[in-house]
């Protein structure tokens, strides 16, 4: 059995996670299949959306804690392990926010842990509305700092400290209030809801969607009069694309513009 699997349906990269006996858990064969797919659809040109699923009843437990709990077994109690570990997850989650293309988390069953710190790290976001989300790692005396690093970053502050705290789930519909995915849908319209909205950003020009993705990122760290500065010569830059050029004279000249990317 292949722990991830790949298919493609025109520009759009589907992933699916392939533990369901696991709950699909970062497992260190998860992590390594994911980082080595990433690497190398950060090269691939012809897709310019993917998205990430799970299989079987959930999206993704978190870490495997089996592994953890071997892993601890160590002359040093785990410490190089457990350090090497989540160096590899965050090289991970790293590598999704840079890859050129969005990222949408296809989310059902639960997301929890290191499985949530998966959702909040992905660009967008469409979940079941059976879905629960959370960061539990308290409830077993470990802290999810790193997920928590997603979650803050995607929910008010108050909101999610009290997930981190309380180590409690929240269903899909305060999960989308909070901004922590796009939309919550039906179970039986998640693959479809999915779909339209992978389909719909691939069929925009990768290069314009790359160097957006790129600033959209980078300009949130900036002060207000840095970030007008750095996205205007983003604009600049994106303007020079011939492929802008057509798409601006076919819109004028009311006609779909035939892109070269």
């Keep these: 059995m292949t722990i991830l699997e790949r298919h493609d349906t025109g520009a759009v990269a589907h992933l699916t996670m392939n533990a369901p006996e696991r709950l699909n858990a970062l497992s260190d064969e998860m992590i390594a299949a994911l980082q080595d797919q990433f690497d190398a659809l950060s090269e691939d040109r012809s897709i310019r959306a ?132 796009n939309r919550a849908v039906p179970s039986d319209q998640l693959d479809a809801a999915t779909a339209e909205l992978a389909e719909t950003i691939a069929s925009k020009l990768g290069a314009a969607v790359k160097i957006g993705k790129q600033a959209f990122y980078h300009q949130l760290e900036l002060p207000l009069e840095q970030a007008y500065a750095y996205t205007g010569d983003t604009m600049v830059q994106n303007m020079m694309y011939r492929d802008t050029e057509e798409g601006i004279a076919a819109f004028i000249e009311k006609r779909d513009p035939n892109w070269r990317q």
């Design 50 to 181: 993917v998205v990430l699923s799970g299989a079987g009843k959930a999206f993704c437990a978190g870490h495997d804690l089996k592994q953890m709990t071997a892993g601890r077994q160590a002359e040093d109690g785990g410490k190089a392990y457990f350090a090497d570990l989540f160096g590899r997850c965050a090289a991970l989650m790293l590598s999704i926010r840079s890859l050129p293309q969005p990222v949408i988390a296809r989310v059902h069953g639960i997301a929890t842990a290191a499985g949530c710190q998966l959702v909040a790290t992905c660009d967008l976001a469409v979940a079941a509305d059976t879905t629960r989300f959370g960061v539990n790692g308290v409830n077993i005396g470990l802290f999810c700092s790193t997920p928590m690093v997603a979650l803050s970053r995607n929910i008010p502050r108050k909101q999610a400290f009290e997930m981190l705290t309380t180590g409690g789930f929240i269903p899909a519909d305060r999960a989308e209030s909070l901004g922590l995915i």
